[in-house]
């Protein structure tokens, strides 16, 4: 199984990310993570161009999420919502996300970050018809500790979406 992993934060102190890094060190041998990020992407603007027309490095992300078995979007909240940077990836990637099974992890200032996801989420499963993992993971400073270390509670839930997720992707696929 090849779960495809997205981060879609710009910041270099980015806690999603963090997850991202923490989902990598679990150790499975039933699945491939192919990560990207979008730090790695050439800016771009959105202008309804096809798939093709755009730099190499957006069509591998293409490709990738279109073979892959699921897809994990790592999202910052800023501001109340996602960012314009990660709001042109979903649209960048529309057509190769259609019946994949899609699990966010997002980052926010609050416990209430979930009211700050609606709208992606209801992008992602109205527009790309995808199928969303009902469990997601809000981090918040509560869940920081010391060096910006992840705490015990933060590190379970994530070890316990990362393994339904998978099976989530099985039973989908």
Request: glycine residues 4%.
């Amino acid at each position: 199984m090849n779960i495809a992993a997205i981060s879609l934060s710009a910041s270099n102190l980015s806690t999603s990310r963090k997850s991202l890094e923490f989902i990598q060190s679990i150790k499975t041998d039933d699945v491939t993570l192919s990560y990207y990020d979008i730090r790695d992407l050439p800016p771009m603007w959105m202008d309804q161009r096809p798939i093709n027309e755009f730099p190499d490095a957006y069509q591998v992300l293409f490709n990738s999420v279109k073979n892959s078995s699921g897809i994990i979007f790592f999202v910052p909240i800023y501001n109340y919502t996602i960012s314009s940077t990660a709001k042109f990836i979903i649209e960048v990637l529309g057509d190769s996300m259609k019946g994949k099974p899609v699990a966010v992890i997002y980052s926010s200032g609050s416990s209430k970050g979930f009211l700050s996801i609606a709208d992606f989420i209801k992008s992602l499963i109205l527009e790309q018809r995808i199928y969303l993992f009902p469990t997601m993971v809000n981090i918040n400073k509560v869940h920081i500790q010391g060096e910006g270390e992840f705490n015990d509670e933060i590190r379970r839930r994530i070890l316990d979406f990362f393994t339904d997720f998978k099976t989530f992707c099985k039973k989908l696929t």
